[in-house]
């Protein structure tokens, strides 16, 4: 399968947008003081081609929750159709020694709201 440009997202409402992406937030929102995520794995699976100009919608949801890490699942939608999906899998860090912590409460909390809540896949 041939590689296409990524196709510009744009937010469907100002509610959705990130607001850690503005700005210096050392901590990404996350609430935890010294602690980061970082990206372990990724896995995509390209399902067709998207071309410029078009738009774009982005899902993301919660999958797991566990001891030091949380999983998301995304799908790229043009119209109707899935483009593509993935899973992504982060840890938490501690931002000085770099090694995993445990996830806490308050970052439980701030995950728990986009817990994926549709269908089991099969």
Known sequence: MSMALPVPVQAQSADQQ?????GDNPDLSIGVPNATFVLVRQEIDFMRELHWPSEVVIGTALAELGRTSYTLLQ???????????GRAIMVMLDAKTRRPLALTPD????????????????
């Not at 799908?75 to 999906?85: D, H, I, Q, S």
């Open 18 to 22: 990130w607001d850690w992406c503005k």
């Open 75 to 85: 799908a790229v939608f043009e119209g109707e159709v899935c483009a593509a999906a």
């Open 107 to 122: 970052a439980i909390a701030r995950l728990d709201p986009w817990r994926y809540r549709g269908p089991k896949a099969q």
